[in-house]
């Protein structure tokens, strides 16, 4: 039975993913007799304009618009100015400033400078700045500030469409669990833009924590000696991105670790050995013993998937709630609970 929901969970999952098939064609929508790049325009008013930026500088913006023709906007009354992909008349499709992020794994597009956001988890809050155009850094924790996790992630523009990252995760059990350690360097590798995109991202995880080794005592029974243990583990995600219109997006995340690390693990197993009662003597002849045995064992995949929607509130917030399904040790567990993201620019 468990099998069967994981393969239906599996299908629907994938097929959320393919039908971002179209994020690769964000360019097509733009009409060919206007090949340069449109633009919104959001006054601090909320009066939006629509049009390719003919010229800008620091005092004011002139835009070429359908409706209005060209217009002067002074600077100091503009809110927002967004990149754009013309539908149908005045229906048109914004970037997302949250477009760099899915539910846990981040892509190849930067965060520009000055775009800085914190994204509120059930779980615990996650705060990103935009130091340059390629260059953000980051921190996220728990509620219980358990772990505290730094991130860092540098952009590299690949072409049109095409980009990749190198980044940084690293942390600690801060102050419950001293001893623990992580880092995990991964790179991302994105095919698409703000508005669309498909990512590929690879890491390696190491973990690092106090753990315990089995040794024979003076007293013919094994004691426990504490022990610093290393565990890594390949990571792998694919995610994507499609927006149905200017509110709503499709986000589908997923984390997977194909195989654990093989590891020699040595115990001590209790024999009995045909321990009697001596009548004679009185005395109990105690024939068991420990005998050490050591068994080469491997950690199960592990498989971490989650389809779900992003509703864009504005250009400042938005709202994310998404389907978790787990699959670990060949069994797998679909959570009744959606997992719930708020994002807020700061």
């Known amino acids: 039975m468990k099998t069967r929901y994981f393969k239906l969970f599996l299908t629907f999952s994938f097929g959320f993913l393919l039908s971002f098939n179209s994020f690769a064609q964000p360019n097509t929508l733009i009409s060919r007799d206007k090949p340069n790049t449109l633009y919104v325009i959001e006054k601090q008013n909320g009066v939006k304009f629509i049009g390719k930026i003919i010229s800008q500088d620091a005092r004011e913006v002139l835009l070429e618009t359908e409706n209005f023709g060209n217009i002067y906007i002074p600077k100091h009354v503009i809110k927002e100015i967004q990149s754009i992909l013309p539908e149908n008349g005045n229906n048109y499709v914004t970037d997302d400033i949250f477009a760099s992020r899915y539910f846990i794994t981040t892509n190849g597009l930067p965060l520009k400078k000055g775009e800085n956001y914190i994204l509120w988890n059930t779980y615990g809050p996650d705060f990103q700045f935009g130091l340059a155009d390629n260059l953000g850094i980051g921190i996220m924790t728990t509620w219980l500030a358990m772990p505290i996790i730094g991130t860092l992630k540098y952009s590299i523009p690949l072409g049109e469409n095409k980009s990749m990252a190198l980044g940084l995760l690293a942390g600690t059990g801060s102050w419950q669990l001293p001893e623990l350690g992580l880092i995990l360097p991964f790179t991302a590798f994105t095919y698409g833009n703000r508005i669309n995109n498909i990512n590929l991202s690879v890491g390696y995880g190491l ?27 390949f990571l792998i995600s694919i995610a994507g991105m499609k927006k149905i219109n200017d509110k709503l997006s499709l986000v589908f995340d997923s984390f997977i670790s194909p195989w654990g690390p093989k590891k020699a693990v040595t115990r001590y197993n209790y024999y009995d050995g045909n321990s009697y009662y001596n009548e004679t003597t009185g005395e109990y002849v105690d024939n068991s013993y420990y005998k050490k045995e050591t068994t080469t064992e491997r950690s199960p995949a592990l498989a971490l998937l989650l389809p779900g929607i992003r509703y864009q509130i504005d250009p400042d917030r938005a709202f994310q709630f998404g389907f978790t399904g787990l699959y670990f040790d060949n069994e797998f567990v679909q959570f009744p609970i959606p997992m719930v993201q708020w994002f807020r620019r700061l």
Do not use: D, L, Q, W
């Open 207 to 233: 973990m690092f924590y106090e753990g315990s080794k089995e040794e024979m005592g003076p007293n013919r029974y094994p004691i426990s000696n504490s022990i610093n243990e290393t565990e890594g583990r």
